[in-house]
């Protein structure tokens, strides 16, 4: 054997060891970032925010699931994914609540760091940086024209989790990881019916690929696919005693004729993303296409399937067509701005003229973005604003003497406007109460009416003898009538 022969040789299993060691640190890498999301999200944990409707009583499933009593009052459609991380979260007691806002915060920042890094990924490479930036910048001002992303990551809203899970499984499907992107596919699926066209696909698509393999690739295919009616329609069984129940509560929109229910559809989808991202995610196909690259095309058929979802469901069935819903569509938008960003800031050959026409760029965008940018401080103003409510009345509770005291009176009604009626859930878990224990309906018991609503009004012209008035702060105002004081 010569000297280069053995050289080779012996180079051989570094050579081979090589993408071994890259995969490994690329996977811890992951890791490390989300694990520095997570750390994020617990940090702001001090930031001042009130749990959004549903998550409270996705907070309140989990733990009648543990203790095995589901029960609802139909105020909220049934989902299962939350149920299977507030289950047992509920194990921790009063810390589940925070444990659930962590999780959702952290999927919400890491799902920025995937808009993010796919944009990068799918930009040349000298437009990496400007793809990135652009496209997670964007990002922050959607899904609608109050730029409410933050708000639903601090009030622990699902679509958080949702957009993590849409953009790991694009990126896990792009590194070869096809199971793992189905199970990512799943979980999306879990908490969103928009996902199942998507994971029946992808199913069918990777059981194709392993056909050599059907023996065991087939019973593993159908047991991710059973898993999704089972959890929706035997988890609402359980719940409602009804399997379709949750799809007769969603139906938000029957009252409004069908022409009302498009036009809100169409209008909530154009708001998703501000109109330059709208355009350049069209630059951004239409170029991929002359260059003979498919994933842009993909991404954009995706992103245009469930938008048409949402639309043909608001339109035809009644369904609510909330900017929330369209938030992977947001997200697909903005990864694909931003990768036309990097592309046209990059292609001039005078570092002058690339120079001009990043500035042209963000001239055309700012009037555009300059109004979703000042809603950013108000959505944490509003999010301050909703939690003082939600402290004040623990202190109303505690000052009237805690679940006994408030119980004691019988019936427990809060009023309907905002804030207090996203307090009911809050109110109801803090008590420990089913939904069904604390309605919208006054009368003989414990009515806590916000201040300066018409509730509060009317039961402030009622005569001394009908009603007690047993606290009253800034926010609140409790009565009590046929019991006397709870205090």
Partial sequence: MNGSAGAAVAAAPVAAAAPVRAAVAGRFAGLAVFAGCTGVATASLVLPALLGFDPWVWLIWGREALRGALATD????????????????????????????????????????????????????????????????????????????????????????????????????????????????????????????????????????????????????????????????????????????????????????PTQRWLLAIENIAACVIAPVWVAAAVCVVWAAHLRRGLPAALAACALLWAAEVAVMAGVFGYAALGRFLAPVSAVLCVLGGVAAGWVVTVPRPVLLRAAVAVGLAGVAVPFAAPRVAWLPLQLQHAEERSAYERDLYAVVAALGGRERMLACGNIAI???????????????????????????????????????????????????DVVLVARTARWAVYTESCGSPG
Wanted: net charge positive; aromatic share 8%.
């Fill in 415 to 465: 009023d309907t406007v905002r804030p207090a009626v996203e307090v009911r859930p809050a109110i109801t878990y803090r008590l420990d109460v089913p939904l069904s224990a604390i309605t919208h309906t006054p009368g003989p018991g414990t009515t806590i009416a916000q201040v300066g609503s018409p509730l509060h009004a009317a039961m402030r012209q009622r005569s001394a003898g």
């Fill in 74 to 257: 139909g105020s909220v459609a049934w989902k299962p994914l939350p149920v299977l991380v507030t289950a047992p979260a509920a194990v921790f007691g009063d810390a589940a609540p925070a444990l659930w806002a962590v999780v959702v915060r952290a999927c919400g920042l890491f799902g920025v760091v995937l808009v993010v890094r796919l944009a990068a990924r799918i930009a040349a490479p000298r437009g990496r940086a400007v793809a990135g930036i652009v496209a997670g910048a964007a990002f922050l001002l959607t899904p609608d024209a109050e730029s409410r992303w933050v708000r639903h990551a601090l009030q622990a809203n699902i679509e958080p989790v949702i957009v993590m899970c849409c953009l790991w499984a694009v990126e896990r499907h792009l590194d070869g990881r096809r199971w793992q992107a189905l199970l990512l596919i799943c979980a999306a699926a879990l908490a969103r019916p928009e996902a199942w066209p998507f994971l029946g696909l992808y199913a069918g698509w990777l059981l194709w690929c392993e056909r050599r393999r059907w023996w065991w690739a087939a019973p593993a295919v159908l047991a991710v696919l059973a898993a999704v009616p089972v959890l929706w329609f035997a988890g609402d069984r359980l719940v409602s005693g009804h399997p379709l129940s949750g799809a007769v509560v969603a139906q938000v929109l029957t009252a409004s004729t």
